[in-house]
């Protein structure tokens, strides 16, 4: 089998064919994280989980969902508790779409809050870091590392999800106890190369983040968990690993980090 470590099948984009999209991956063995951006699709995560063996739900605020909304704790505590929660996430920065220093900061000191609710849940995280665009001011994957660091967010484990960061900052997040996430981005952009080959397969998940990121040879299809078996192919080559050996060890991490009995 094989863990899709990151993706959204309860959003709209499946509406038409939600079941068939699951059959489909759990016809090809494919398990699934199915990953919450707020308090609906969190929900839905649940839902959606609680349905069907070899999927589990994570809870979580997007940065970019609801700017400006204030992040209420005890609702996602509660979320948090439910049966097949494994996970608080996504959550993290995200300067690419929030550009003003001002939205910036409201998203670190919410991004601290929701850490210091998985603290005290003594919960797994899964964590979305982006950079702005070249040239802008401001960099999330610093200040996401200089946050983890000065409060000792990461007792728990996480990974730092559809990681497109540099080989230095990959290096500090694998120093911190974190998994890296790889996704469909590494089939088609090979900047990330080197950094696929230098991060262990010991501390890497593999995931889509459907229904975004498809992954060749599927470009300009909807993304759908099935496709994270072409992630693995990639890896494969990448590390010069047979594919056996990569959904091998990337399952275990998988079920190491969200502490799962498959």
Request: glycine share 6%.
């Amino acid at each position: 089998m094989i863990f899709d470590s990151h993706c959204h099948p309860q959003m709209a984009q499946y509406d038409k064919d939600r079941e068939e999209v699951i059959n489909r991956a759990l016809e090809e063995d494919v398990f699934v994280i199915c990953v919450g951006t707020d308090l609906e699709t969190s929900k839905q995560a649940i839902e959606l989980t609680q349905k069907h063996e070899g999927m589990w739900a994570s809870v979580g605020l997007h940065p970019n969902d609801n700017l400006n909304e204030k992040f209420e704790p005890e609702k996602y505590r509660e979320l948090l508790q439910q049966n097949k929660v494994v996970a608080f996430g996504e959550i993290g920065l995200d300067y690419y779409r929030t550009k003003k220093s001002e939205d910036q900061k409201f998203q670190k000191k919410r991004f601290i809050q929701q850490l210091e609710l998985s603290k005290e849940m003594k919960v797994s995280l899964i964590l979305h870091c982006r950079d702005s665009k070249a040239g802008s001011s401001g960099r999330a994957y610093p200040d996401m590392i200089e946050i983890l660091k000065n409060g000792n967010y990461v007792a728990n484990g996480g990974v730092i999800h559809s990681y497109t960061g540099s080989l230095e900052e990959a290096k500090q997040f694998l120093d911190l106890g974190l998994y890296v996430g790889f996704n469909g981005i590494v089939t088609f952009a090979r900047q990330y190369d080197e950094i696929v080959r230098d991060v262990p397969l010991e501390r890497m998940l593999l995931e889509t983040d459907a229904p975004y990121l498809t992954p060749e040879p599927h470009r300009g299809k909807r993304n759908e968990p099935a496709y994270v078996i072409e992630v693995a192919k990639k890896v494969a080559e990448l590390k010069n690993e047979s594919y056996e050996k990569v959904i091998e060890q990337t399952t275990k991490n998988c079920q190491n980090l969200f502490k799962l009995n498959a």
